[in-house]
Nanobody
């Protein structure tokens, strides 16, 4: 069974910083893409940043230059360093991780898993 546990959310003033973490655990064979999404009140969930197994990164235009995604493969953890936070960054942040599990000697399953969400509130 695979589990994702997020941490690091909180309340900050505009201009502040937060670091989110998302740790995967369980019977994991390998991990591919690791992404961060956010959902603001009344809005759809949107991709904030992503990182491939090879370390290539991508960012939403709204966070480029302010947010940095990274991963520690040994710890099965993805991070999101958020600097220069603005009120429009407020929302619930979710990690989404593509995980491969070994179902049998020759059978592997590739699935996306979501974290439980961590709330980020930025006040002006």
């Amino acid at each position: 069974q695979v589990q994702l546990v997020e941490s690091g959310g909180g309340s900050v003033q505009a201009g502040g910083s937060l670091r989110l973490s998302c740790a995967a655990s369980g019977s994991i064979f390998s991990i591919n893409n690791m992404d961060w999404y956010r959902q603001a009140p009344g809005n759809e969930r949107e991709l904030v940043a992503g990182i491939t197994s090879g370390g290539s990164t991508r960012y939403a235009d709204s966070v480029k230059g302010r947010f940095t995604i990274s991963r520690d493969n040994a710890k099965k953890t993805v991070y999101l360093q958020m600097n220069s936070l603005q009120p429009e960054d407020t929302g619930v942040y979710y990690c989404n991780v593509e995980i491969i599990t070994r179902e049998s000697e020759s059978d592997y399953l590739n699935q996306d898993y979501w974290g439980q969400g961590t709330r980020v509130t930025v006040s002006s």
